[in-house]
């Protein structure tokens, strides 16, 4: 009996292991694992003790991994640890910033999953397909991705080619939800989610491309749970003095573009328009409406840099409530100009100031990228001039407090100068060594901000220096 048994268990696992054989994919592991230090001060430029200079260590471990079981079906698993930044008991402080599950996936001290996702072509075409939480964005040509939609989120996709050149790229996205389904606490309201569909084309020709594209989204009135809704709680579809949670519909379409065909001479630029309206009942006039184009021309003639010239211009508040003139913005988190005043840096530690927050303002800079004087070391150099397209009262005006915007939006009476230099060594080929210096030099109308209620307004410049050390595999 004990032979029939033991005999009996030999079969089933080789029945196993032969299935397992069977059904096995190859495993692809990449990543990028990250250790800043990071000296700044007065970062929010108020001068307030707890702006003062700072030390800050952080650690960031980024891996995915690709589970191919042939050319055309693959899962891929990504994962991040930290940014944890040294000195807990155990060695880093981690722990869940309270954000959940229907905010902004913002909870980045912490182990959490950052992409999940199935990647598999139709049989017998060229139709691939993407459903899971993975990485999502609008098309852009400048500022290190899109300013409307860009980050980790929950979506299936579809990328159709229809000739050699051109190709449709369209898809679903649930990127809130406000009923937590026993996360935490039930929400049996209607109206819990935030719906968007999006469809772009890649169009790749002789000398130039452009990205023509059109996005929906329907947010419900407590998206982000019971009384919670998209005009108040989240920050990129808010407008000044709107008091009430509520729902809306918005839309945007715009394009970008890459010129080639003037070599050395390269043009890249963005053009956004979005509009949402708000579900308020009889005050259908509110909502928020704007555009932002940017150009950007990079001369690649010469063998030791790269000199570009570049505009950036948003629309901004006029000064009213209940109506925002600035774009809405559903989630983003790597456009940017600069690498210290906006993110946009390569160090995990910046002021954040995304799309959400921070449009409403006009720039112009020069960049010399990738300068290579020695052997394995680069550097860019930026200098850039910030400022605002927001009337000067629309803080007092709409009670807006200075607590929360001051050093993030600019009005027309606020300027920046940021000056970075950016360098990078390589160690290895997987191994580099940074560092980011950055220094702002500001001038806000301090009877503006003081008018809104802000006591500790100095005007105080800021400064930045970041090291890093990156094993990239």
Not at 140 to 163: E, N, R, V, W
């Amino acid at each position: 009996m004990k032979k029939r048994i033991a005999l009996s268990l030999a079969l089933l696992a080789g029945l196993a292991m032969g299935a397992t054989t069977a059904n096995a994919a190859d495993i692809k592991a990449t990543g990028s694992w990250q250790v800043d230090a990071v000296f700044s001060g007065d970062n929010f430029f108020s001068g307030a003790p707890t702006n003062q200079k700072t030390v800050t260590i952080e650690q960031r471990i980024r891996t995915s991994f690709q589970f191919i079981a042939n050319e055309n079906l693959k899962g891929v698993l990504e994962v991040q640890y930290g940014p944890g930044a040294w000195g807990g008991t155990e060695g880093l402080r981690l722990g869940d910033n309270g954000a959940g599950r229907g905010a902004a996936s913002t909870a980045d001290n912490a182990l959490h999953l950052r992409k999940a996702y199935i990647d598999f072509n139709w049989p017998g075409t060229k139709n691939r397909f993407l459903v899971g939480h993975q990485s999502l964005s609008l098309p852009a040509a400048f500022g290190s991705g899109s300013a409307i939609l860009d980050h980790h989120m929950s979506a299936a996709a579809a990328i159709i080619p229809i000739t050699d050149s051109i190709s449709l790229v369209g898809g679903y996205t649930r990127p809130y939800d406000g009923n937590n389904d026993g996360t935490t606490t039930t929400n049996n309201d209607h109206g819990t989610s935030a719906d968007a569909v999006f469809l772009y084309s890649n169009m790749k020709f002789s000398g130039f491309s452009v990205n023509p594209f059109l996005a929906y989204l329907n947010a419900g009135a407590n998206v982000l749970g019971a009384n919670s809704g998209a005009t108040t709680g989240l920050a990129g579809m808010d407008a000044p003095g709107v008091g009430s949670d509520n729902g809306l519909r918005s839309y945007w379409a715009g394009t970008s573009f890459n010129v080639t065909v003037l070599d050395p001479f390269k043009i890249r630029g963005d053009i956004n328009y979005g509009k949402a309206t708000y579900n308020v009942g009889s005050n259908n006039d509110s909502g928020r409406s704007g555009w932002l184009a940017d150009l950007a021309v990079e001369y690649t003639g010469l063998s030791m840099m790269t000199p570009e010239v570049f505009f950036v211009y948003s629309s901004g508040e006029d000064g009213t409530t209940g109506k925002s003139e600035r774009m809405p913005v559903l989630r983003t988190q790597n456009w940017g100009v600069g690498s210290f005043w906006m993110q946009g840096g390569s160090s995990t530690i910046n002021r954040n100031n995304s799309a959400e927050s921070s449009l409403g303002f006009w720039a112009a800079g020069l960049s010399l990228k990738d300068i290579k004087l020695i052997d394995k070391l680069s550097h860019t150099f930026n200098v850039i001039y910030f400022k605002g397209t927001n009337d000067k009262d629309i803080i007092s005006a709409t009670g807006l407090t200075a607590a929360a915007n001051y050093g993030r939006m600019l009005t027309e009476k606020d300027s920046l100068v940021e000056i970075d230099l950016n360098s990078k060594y390589m160690i290895y080929d997987e191994l580099s060594l940074g560092l980011e210096l950055g220094y702002i030099f500001t001038d806000f109308d301090k009877n503006v901000w003081a008018a809104a209620g802000s006591s500790d307004i100095i005007d105080q410049n800021a400064y930045k220096a970041a090291f890093m050390l990156n094993y990239s595999f």
